[in-house]
């Protein structure tokens, strides 16, 4: 068993569940045993041994002032990090665990994003909304509440590198999930039922690029969850702040009571407890914002993201803020109002946006640097940081007066600034500080002269006391005529008197020798030992003194980090107003006109992102209680999606309190937008893209309402042609007569815009194209009416698909077109290389046969059995058959009619040949009243037959 340092080492690393313990030891911090072989491989440090009771410990260090970047390094690899600090007892010294760095505690961060810490409590975990039942124990997992995916969640948020602090409560999963993809938590805190929810976690999982965490399950009880809330912000404040929620205070209570477990003193710069709710910001769901691009493209990129086209901030703040905005968009008119009228007075009054924007690149961020005084880790050079950016205050006012941004609500949003108190914290910082102060806290130099009297005298006596070591080798030179004298200090000699060895004959009898090298001797002298305890007690009495003034000071600025956080939040706002009006003046963007009425009216719009890098082609847009429901048609890649995104993302813009990219727009604001765009296999989460397909359709056909924006971009295509169009059709018809929201739906299934004809606020729109002399011109202009082609063929051969494959593509499809047999091209390489291939009706010699697609069962027959064609002619003439949907047009199809007894046995015969599960999905799909069924339960059923199907497979 180890012993000394080692076994102290594993003794701490035990009483902690963190990853990696960094332990000091002196000057250094040590990580021994399994932890050094950590570090050594995430960091590539040297592993050295370490022997400890007969045994040898692998060991890695970091110096004492340079932990810092390694635990940050760790952290941000995920692991949760444990430190060891070293303190004096009477017998020597000890050691004990001072902190626990965690992804969501960490605060040097490297990057302006906010970093959340996040907290998640479920309906069923012993409490529920404010007066519910509270208490009990929870049930098992999947059983009861705890096993409903669907109830009611706790949400609690803390950026501990700013001091924000929200808390809300959200009925479903998917909510949940929209919020946690909206904030992108760097660590989660599971709730004791949630965190044996595999469903749940899995969902986080693949949602977040953050990790989840285990904590004390007690913290999450309502009784000491609720304490720490009333501890930290009063007991009034969750009444005064609207929350009526006992889940969102547990949560939030956890939050706490974590920040506070893992040592990161910050708790003083949480100072505002913030509710909100469903009414207050619009639905805008994981699924959407990927859609949607947001924040990062498809491929995962920031750079061609809405927020990356519309951020032109100066600020980390500004960024930050302007990130929640385009993710968070509001639903308040009010509010919306107001940021449009301060986006439209910066955008101009060019001069005085230019010389506020200057004026804000200058400052620091206030916000995390309070966290960082009341957490005790900012040094001087962050107070400096402190200083410099309250002198903006008046700098931004005087940028405003005197300007047409004075009676704006520019002006309105510097005035919430308390300015008095940041003058006198300003002033008293400038007194302070030093201008150019040294890294560390406790090398001295971080104070000015004339701060403080008693260290004034210090510093006057320690400087007199260093002035005469500094002359004493010029006066030994001339009192004794020495040559080559200098005077020095080491570690291990202190000062010292060094001579040349050709005068260290000469020196005076009161000189003692300490050391000889090989081209000069040192020695000391009473004095100069006497003086040399004087200076050492000065700098020891100075360096307190002055550490001890700098924490006073240092605490003062944690006292008002409130007053930080509001010049912060001043400058972030002021900042992403500005970001918004100099990419709205810049491109000609115009303010929207909002309304009450369900209404998206669009005049020469335009996608905000796809305009930076093309010609972009402005269209149109009406979408009104009487136009509600758009089908758009029109061929691949002639921007119907780019239509349809650029819809939801002026209304996104709009309820941000952007300006839009359009000529006019009046727009109704909305309580959602949902999105479901071309989606991706997801096989790992065992879901394939029809799959993936079916849920994003069934959870905006749960969610939205008459007052949301729904874009459909395909819905159907990973099925069955039948299957398909059938589902597209019975969701036009549900969103159309049920939800009654606004919907833009583009498809290729040109069946369903027959639907224009029979329900009264659908319209056709397509996008338009010119066709002459067999070339193909896509006019990315959209026009009322639907299309009866998609140019799928041109598309093909615009992405240089072999020329045979094209030309064999259209005449297929002119068959097609008109009805008749396709003939399927069949034999071997070597018979179409050594033949013609066959020609339309003939076959090469050989392996070559011919068969025919029958259009109305969907599959092929050999084309000398003329008896299959004709069956499919009477099926498709057959009335019952049309009824059930399992027919088609008939097919123009040349041979003479099977007999119907050959016919029943080839069907006999067929289905002899399928699995019992098959022939179980077909009997179950036989017996569906399609007009009877309600459209969700269609789509749940078509998705219980689909898996059914391939697990046979």
Not at 708 to 724: M, N, Q
């Amino acid at each position: 068993m180890a012993t000394g340092i080692v076994g102290e080492f594993l003794d701490l690393k035990a009483e902690t569940d963190a990853d990696v313990l960094a332990m000091q030891c002196g000057d250094f911090y040590e990580f021994f045993a399994d932890d050094a072989e950590l570090v050594a491989d995430e960091l590539d440090l040297t592993v050295s041994q370490k022997s400890s009771h007969g045994s040898s410990y692998p060991m890695a260090g970091v110096p004492l002032s340079e932990l810092t970047p390694y635990v940050k390094a760790l952290v941000e690899r995920g692991y949760r990090v444990a430190v060891a600090d070293q303190y004096e007892t009477d017998d020597g010294h000890a050691r004990e665990i001072t902190r626990v760095v965690t992804p969501g505690t960490l605060l040097e961060t490297a990057d302006d994003d906010a970093r959340y810490l996040a907290a998640v409590v479920r309906g069923g975990e012993g409490g529920g909304r404010a007066g519910g039942a509270s208490g009990g124990a929870p049930a098992a997992s999947g059983a009861g509440a705890e096993g409903d995916a669907d109830g009611p969640y706790g949400l609690a948020l803390a950026d501990v590198t700013t001091g924000r602090f929200l808390v809300t409560e959200v009925e479903t999963l998917g909510d949940l999930r929209a919020e946690l993809y909206r904030f992108d938590p760097a660590e989660v805190l599971p709730g004791p039922a949630v965190r044996n929810d595999d469903r749940l976690l899995g969902a986080v999982r693949e949602d977040l690029s953050g990790s989840v965490s285990l904590f004390d399950a007690e913290a999450f009880a309502p009784g000491r969850a609720t304490h720490a809330v009333r501890e930290q912000f009063g007991r009034e404040t969750a009444d005064s702040v609207g929350i009526d929620s006992e889940l969102a205070l547990r949560a939030g209570g956890a939050v706490l009571g974590y920040v506070e477990e893992t040592g990161a003193g910050v708790l003083a710069s949480i100072t505002r407890l913030t509710a909100y709710g469903d009414d207050d910001h619009v639905a805008v769901d994981a699924t959407t914002q990927r859609n949607l691009e947001l924040t990062e493209t498809m491929r995962g990129e920031t750079d061609g993201s809405l927020f990356e086209t519309v951020d032109h901030t100066v600020t980390a703040a500004g960024g930050r803020l302007l990130r929640e905005w385009i993710t968070r968009p509001r639903r308040d008119r009010e509010e919306l109002r107001r940021r449009l009228d301060a986006v439209g007075a910066l955008a101009s009054a060019a001069l005085a946006r230019d010389r506020l924007r200057e004026t804000l690149g200058d400052g620091y961020d206030l916000e995390r640097l309070a966290a960082r005084a009341t957490s005790g880790s900012a040094g001087a050079r962050e107070l400096l940081s402190v200083r410099d950016s309250l002198a903006l205050v008046p700098a931004l006012a005087d940028a405003v007066s005197g300007t047409a941004l004075a009676d704006s609500p520019v002006a309105a949003v510097l005035e919430r600034i308390d300015r008095g108190r940041a003058a006198a914290l300003h002033d008293e910082l400038a007194d302070a500080l030093a201008e150019d102060p040294p890294k560390t806290k406790t090398q001295g130099g971080l104070l000015r002269k004339g701060y403080d009297g008693e260290l004034d005298d210090l510093i006057e006596r320690h400087e007199e006391a260093e002035e005469w070591l500094d002359t004493l080798a010029e006066r030994e030179k001339r009192q004794y005529g020495l040559s080559h004298v200098t005077v020095d200090r080491n570690k291990t000699d202190g000062y010292y008197i060094q001579v040349g060895k050709s005068a260290a004959d000469g020196v005076p009898e009161h000189y003692r020798e300490i050391k000889t090298l090989k081209n000069s001797k040192r020695f000391v002298t009473d004095e100069l030992e006497e003086r040399e305890r004087e200076v050492l007690r000065l700098e020891e009495a100075r360096g307190e003194l002055e550490y001890e003034l700098f924490e006073e000071l240092r605490e003062r600025v944690a006292d008002d980090a409130e007053l930080l956080q509001d010049v912060g939040r001043a400058v972030a706002e002021i900042d992403a107003l500005a970001s918004l009006a100099t990419h709205a003046a810049g491109n000609d963007w115009t303010r929207p006109d909002l309304t009450d009425e369900r209404r998206l009216d669009v005049e020469a719009g335009r996608h905000p992102v796809v305009e930076r890098t093309t010609d972009f082609v402005p269209n149109d847009l009406r979408l009104d209680g009487e136009r509600g429901f758009l089908i758009v048609t029109g061929p691949n890649m002639s921007g119907k999606s780019t239509y349809m995104r650029q819809a939801a993302l002026i209304q996104l813009l709009a309820q941000a309190g952007s300006f839009v990219p359009a000529r006019a727009a009046t727009v109704g604001l909305v309580d959602g937008i949902y999105t479901r765009v071309g989606a991706l296999d997801e096989l790992a989460q065992g879901r394939s893209t029809f799959m993936v397909e079916m849920q994003e359709l069934s959870n905006i056909l749960h969610s939205a309402t008459a007052d949301s924006l729904v874009i459909l971009d395909e819905v159907g295509r990973g099925t069955a042609t039948y299957d398909g169009i059938s589902i597209a059709w019975a969701a036009t018809e549900y969103l159309h007569n049920e939800v009654r929201a606004r919907t833009l739906f583009a498809t290729h299934y040109h069946e369903l815009t027959t639907l224009a004809d029979h329900l009264p606020r659908v319209e056709n729109v397509h996008v338009a194209v010119d066709e002459r002399d067999g070339e193909v011109t896509f006019l990315r202009t959209v026009r009322d009416g639907p299309t009866n082609r998609s140019y799928g063929v041109h598309v093909a051969d615009l992405a240089g698909v072999p020329a045979p494959v094209v030309s064999r593509a259209d005449a297929v499809l002119d068959r097609l077109r008109e009805e008749k047999a396709i003939e399927a091209r069949g034999g071997s390489r070597g018979d179409a290389q050594g033949g013609e291939a066959g020609s339309e009706g003939t076959g090469a010699a050989g392996d070559t046969k011919q068969v025919v697609f029958d259009l109305s069962s969907g599959s092929f027959s050999e084309g000398g059995d003329a008896g299959a064609a004709g069956a499919a002619e009477a099926d498709a003439s057959d009335p019952e058959r049309g009824r059930n949907g399992t027919g088609r047009a008939s097919a123009d199809i040349e041979g003479t009619a099977e007999s119907p007894g050959r016919a029943e046995t080839t069907e006999a015969a067929a289905a002899d040949r399928l699995d019992p599960e098959t022939r179980a999905v077909i009997e179950e799909l036989a017996d569906v009243d399609v007009a009877a069924t309600a459209p969700v339960e269609l789509l749940s059923r078509v998705q219980e037959w689909q898996e059914r199907l391939d697990e046979t497979r």
